[in-house]
């Protein structure tokens, strides 16, 4: 998918790759770097996956958000360059992630609430900011980015298509379902309960009413879908894939929110590493909504203390 090509990233991220990839030979840590760049297309391929595409979500910045920082070949990922044990061994991470640290590259493995072990990203371009944002106010898209590099430096490289990057398992295709009703309002039965269950957070007493509307538009506005409120092929394709590899979506949840789905979030929450640990007594509060905030911006979501779909889709992820 992505690259694992380093001419690709800026020269000065690419200096200190290089450092590392040396004192990782000199240790004997078998290190392979992969995500040098990300397109636009490639990183709205990787976003569609678990939306409108199978598999799990495994990123929610979309390629025309150009949040990630793979877009602007200033991150690289790692991981142990031994097949089946690529993402296993946490000690192995650490050494390289202290090794990256020392030559000036920030290692996501370090951030406190929500660490992302694989990810080393240049942050002398984004002086302290989580997200790429300084560079899109600056240069408004990649392509300009490299543009203003040194000649001979990664711009002038053309991007050469790879063989996708088995890295990351996709899981198989779910299997295509031509065969299920198209569900819209007034509609009932026992596809009508089925679909309620798969999409969380409603009755399931099997009557398509204006709760269960709302709830079909609020997945399908989260899933990149046309908004239309009508259980079609692509959105049973959709909420079935995310069926087979991911939990149901529960139900959008905020400040003053009560119950069992707060109780849930407050879990996933402190399993994700939430500090300080949250108490799991169902009640959102002030500490729910300021660990719900540092999660999302973490994971390039917009901030704003809501658990709506994207947010859960990252937790359950
Ligand atoms: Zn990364």
Redesign the pocket.
């Known amino acids: 998918m992505s690259s694992r090509d380093l001419n690709l990233l800026h020269p000065s991220t690419r200096a200190k790759a290089l450092k590392l990839m040396a004192a990782c030979g000199e240790k004997g840590l078998n290190v392979l770097l992969y ?1 040098t760049r990300r397109t636009r297309a490639e990183q709205n391929r990787l976003f569609a996956q678990g939306r409108t595409a199978p598999g799990r979500i495994v990123t929610n910045a979309s390629g025309d958000s150009m949040l990630s ?2 877009m602007w070949s200033i ?3 790692f991981c142990k360059n031994v097949r089946g044990q690529e993402f296993s061994d946490a000690g192995f991470f650490t050494q390289v992630g202290e090794l990256a640290e020392s030559f000036g590259l920030e290692w ?1 493995g370090r951030w406190r609430s929500f660490p ?1 072990r ?4 240049d942050s002398a371009f984004i002086s302290g900011s989580q997200s790429p944002r300084p560079l899109i106010n600056q240069f408004g898209t990649p392509e300009r980015f490299f543009a203003s590099w040194p000649i001979g430096a990664g711009a002038a490289n053309p991007i050469v298509p790879k063989p996708p990057a088995t890295l990351i398992p996709s899981p198989p295709k779910p299997p295509a379902n031509t065969s299920l009703p198209v569900l819209r309002r007034g509609s009932r039965g026992a596809a009508v309960r089925d679909l309620q269950s798969r999409l969380g957070g409603l009755a399931a007493d099997g009557v398509f009413g204006p709760a269960t509307e709302a709830r079909v538009r609020e997945y399908q506005r989260a899933n990149r879908l046309i908004v239309d409120g009508i259980v079609g092929p692509q959105t049973w394709n959709a909420l079935r894939g995310a069926d087979s590899f991911a939990p149901a979506i529960p139900a959008t949840v905020r400040r003053g929110s009560k119950g069992e789905t707060v109780r849930q979030l407050q879990q996933r929450l402190n399993a994700q590493g939430a500090n300080p640990r949250l108490a799991e007594d169902g009640v959102f509060g002030p500490l729910t909504d300021a660990a719900v905030r540092a999660f999302q911006r973490h994971g390039g979501l917009t901030a704003d203390g809501v658990a709506g779909p994207l947010t859960w889709g990252k937790l359950l992820s």
């Open positions: 995500d920082m793979h991150a690289v990922d996501g992302d694989p990810h080393l990203q």
